[in-house]
């Protein structure tokens, strides 16, 4: 039963007295579902989270696992300042990019 009310939206799982309230915070700018920042509605909000979602499984899938690793362990490295590369390269870290090459990418490189 747990699992299957993780994968439900907020919006089916409170009161519409709680939606009202929640669209009302959501259009005072505040973030009410995670990853949801910017929505200007608790509906917007769902939709902007259940995207980025969809876009990260679809990402981890044409990378595979391990490139995906790769790839965030240079996201976590960057700052307002430097890119992720920049301080890999300044502090040593070993960043191997060919793990996060697909196909898709590779054929613009060949274009």
């Known amino acids: 039963m747990a699992s299957q009310q993780q994968g439900r939206k907020i919006s089916e799982q409170v009161s519409e007295q709680e939606k009202k309230e929640l669209d009302k915070r959501a259009a005072e700018g505040e973030t009410v579902v995670?990853?949801?920042?910017?929505g200007k509605s608790l509906e917007a909000q769902e939709r902007?989270?259940?995207?980025r979602s969809k876009g990260g499984q679809t990402r981890r899938?044409?990378?595979g696992t391990e490139g995906y690793k790769e790839?965030?362990?240079k996201g976590g490295l960057?700052?307002?300042?430097?890119?992720g590369g920049e301080r890999?390269?300044?502090?040593g870290?070993?960043?191997?990019?060919?793990k996060y090459s697909n196909k898709t990418s590779k054929a613009y490189e060949d274009k």
């Not at 890999?88 to 502090?91: D, G, T, V």
Request: aromatic share 0%.
């Open 48 to 51: 902007l989270a259940e995207g």
């Open 71 to 73: 790839m965030g362990k």
């Open 93 to 98: 870290i070993p960043i191997d990019e060919s």
């Open 88 to 91: 890999a390269e300044e502090e």
């Open 34 to 38: 995670p990853g949801g920042t910017r």
């Open 78 to 83: 960057s700052t307002e300042e430097k890119s």
């Open 61 to 63: 899938e044409q990378l």
